[in-house]
Structure formats: C-alpha cells, structure tokens
C-alpha cells in the first residue's frame, strides 16, 4: 500500500542510492513522520528535504527501504509494474541473442533469440527490489524475498504472462519458490507452491544445445542455474577432444557441454546423490551416457585422491557453491577457494585449462584473482588468462548495487613453472 509517510535521511548517508543503488539501510535513516505498515511504500527525502524518490519499508530488516522509482510524483499502481515489467522483457530480448548460420567468410551475420530459458525479472538490477522470475520453456518460476514485493507479485505475475503472450509465447503454469531462508531477515516465513492451476514440475529446457530436465518444485534456487549459460557455451570451444573434470557438477551442466562439444571423456562430481541422479539422466536425454559420467562424491576429499592415484585432465572445472553469505564470513571463504583451487591445479595437465568460478558477491573480483594467483604460486603453476567472465546478461549488473555482481569465472591455461 502506498501512503503519504516521508522518511527523511541523516545528513552524510544515502551514498548508494545517490549513486544509482536501490537500498536504504536502518542506520541511514534520520526521521519517520507518518503512519504505516511494513510493507509500505513511502517517500524518501534527503536530510535537506530534497525528495529522493519512493521504496517499500520493512522495519524487520536492516535493509530497512527498497527503492521502486527516483520519481516521487510516480504513482505506483499497475500501469508503473507494466512498465517495469516492459522493460525487462525488452532488455532480454535485445541482450539474450546467440549467432547463427555464419556465412562463407566465417563472420556470423545472423543471430537467433535465445530466450527459452532465461531470467526475466533479477530483483533490484531490473528496478523491481525483492523479486525474481525465471523462465523454463512455457514455466514460469518466482521467488519472492521481501516483504514489500509480496503486495506486487501477484499483479506481475499476469502482467508478465500478458507481455509474453505479445510475443506468442504461452505460460502454462506458474510456480513459487519463495522458500529461501532470506525471507526470515524481513519478517516473512517461507512459502512454496503453485501460483494458478497445478502442472507437471519437471521441464525440459534446451540450453545451449544441451537437453535438461528441470525440476522447477524441488530443484536448488529456482530449479536451475540460469547465469553459467554463456560460461558454459565458452567451455564448449575449449573441451573438443579433452579429458575433462567437472567439479561441482549439479546437474551436469558443464560435463554436458564439455560432452556435446565433443570431449572425449569426461567425469563429473558432486557430494549429492540427488543431483548426480538428474546428471545422469541428463546425459542419457542427450545420448553422452558413453562419454560423459557422474558419481556421487565429496569434491574436497576426492581431488586429493585423484591426484595421488596420478590423474591427469585436459580440462579442470571448478564451479562450487558460494563459500560465504556474509562479509564476516568472507576470511575463512578465501581459504577454502584457495584449497580448491590448489586441489584443482593439481590435476591439470601442463597445458591444460582451468575453468574457475565464485558466486559470492562477498568475494570480489579483486579478492578473487589474487586468491587464485595465491593457489597457482603455492603449487608452482604458471596461470595464462583465456577470458573473464561474469554472469549472463540475463542476470544485470546494476552499478552502485554490489549485489547484483556476484558470479566471477576464469579460464586458464595452466603451463608448468619450468
């Protein structure tokens, strides 16, 4: 609900929404004058009275107002969401674009939408604080992790439906999985299931010529993870006639792609039995079941093993979970990501690749390269930068909110220090 409350900001502080970021936090706040609800959205001022636009307020959270618009005078009723929802779409469909058909000279001319299964809606980055919605072929899945969006989900979600079926694109069914422990900091318990009438929850999608079958009910975060697409197409070029490792590997997405580019052997790990079940699946959907296997282990004591039995692969691939949730957390995250990729380098043939990632925000691109130098130095390998990566632009990075950047990824070749 919106109301008339103006919140006013200590002299000195919002620093991050001055500078195009969509957050105000509790100890930025000088003044409240008016009445509301938690949820609310309100007017914010400057300490000098100058209007800084509106956001929705939660006092249970330390991230106490979530901006929507610069604009005070902005109503934020359904014609404000439409465009908001616009907006987003539009962006993807301009930005989510694979080349096709190049032409006799080898220069592709032509590019193809790839939009089949692709985030729409990424939270703040997309002017929308809390909220996230990813597409899944004719699925659409939503997570919901402020209390203030609660109020707006629901209206976004037909508006969305409405702007894609523009575009012949029909939703059968939506799903939610607002079940992620964020909702507790704003007060909000977690909730899960069908937004409509009930459907099958396992889809299948096409990501980069690679089959998956998603369980959109059951599956981590929103049943799959959208940002590697492009990291994974990159490791398309790289894995042809290799023998490749794939650490991590959730669902087998880069053991796929490193098989359906033509990898001669390729083995992926992962320490849930869950997870390897769909991989293999998956690999059996996509005709690799011969080239391309899984086996349910723990990464950090497995790595060790290998080693000492003297394996060696072309293709290293690291993609583990996010070591820190939490700035505190963050000095003993740079020691795990040092070990693993000690561990990792190891394996590599002299001159071999290394495909190394983080996707904690926590752990910036500075703090992550010099983890990285600091592992090769300690097992004596000289590291040659292929490429850097960030997560696909289906996922934004919104400058000024740190949040919005969080997947960092290197390839290397690995050349011995000789």
């Known amino acids: 609900m919106e109301n008339h409350t103006i919140v006013t900001l200590k002299k000195g502080e919002g620093r991050t929404i001055k500078a195009g970021g969509m957050w105000i936090f509790d100890n930025e706040i000088d003044t409240i004058v008016g009445s509301f609800a938690n949820g609310d959205v309100v007017i914010v001022h400057d300490f000098d009275g100058y209007p800084m636009g509106k956001g929705f307020i939660n006092q249970n959270s330390k991230i106490r107002i979530r901006m929507l618009t610069r604009h005070v005078e902005q109503p934020i009723d359904e014609t404000f969401l439409e465009m908001r929802v616009r907006n987003a779409w539009e962006y993807r469909k301009t930005v989510m674009k694979q080349a096709y058909l190049p032409s006799a000279d080898g220069v592709c001319h032509a590019y193809a939408d790839d939009l089949g299964a692709c985030r729409v809606i990424f939270g703040e980055a997309d002017f929308l604080p809390g909220l996230v919605v990813d597409k899944y072929a004719d699925v659409l899945v939503v997570q919901c992790l402020a209390l203030g969006m609660e109020q707006f989900k629901l209206t976004i979600v037909s508006l969305l439906k409405k702007v894609l079926a523009e575009d012949g694109i029909i939703i059968r069914g939506v799903y939610e999985r607002s079940d992620a422990n964020e909702r507790k900091k704003e007060g909000v318990s977690k909730t899960k299931g069908f937004i409509g009438e009930p459907f099958d929850t396992m889809v299948e999608i096409v990501e980069n010529g690679v089959k998956y079958l998603v369980d959109v009910e059951n599956g981590q975060k929103t049943g799959f993870f959208l940002d590697q697409k492009y990291n994974r197409l990159a490791m398309q070029r790289i894995c042809k006639g290799k023998r490749v490792l794939d650490c991590f590997t959730h669902m087998g997405t880069f053991a796929l792609n490193a098989g359906i580019s033509g990898a001669s052997e390729v083995t992926g790990l992962d320490i849930s039995e869950y997870a390897v079940g769909q991989a293999t699946e998956n690999a059996r959907r996509n005709g690799l079941s011969d080239t391309v296997t899984f086996r349910c282990a723990n990464v950090l004591d ?18 583990p979970p996010a070591f820190t949730k939490s700035r505190e957390a963050t000095k003993n ?86």
């Open 302 to 319: 497995e790595l060790p093993k290998l080693a000492a039995a003297g394996e060696k692969y072309d293709v290293v691939i690291l993609d």
């Open 333 to 418: 995250a740079i020691k795990g990501y040092r070990e693993i990729n000690m561990k990792g380098l190891r394996l590599v043939k002299d001159g071999g690749y290394l495909a190394t990632c983080s996707c904690s925000h926590f752990m910036t691109q500075e703090l992550f390269t010099k983890t990285i130098r600091e592992a090769a130095k300690s097992v004596h390998k000289r590291l040659r930068q292929v490429e850097f990566r960030t997560q696909a632009p289906d996922h934004p990075i919104l400058w000024a909110a740190d949040e919005s950047y969080y997947l960092k990824f290197f390839i290397f070749q690995v050349v011995d220090e000789k």
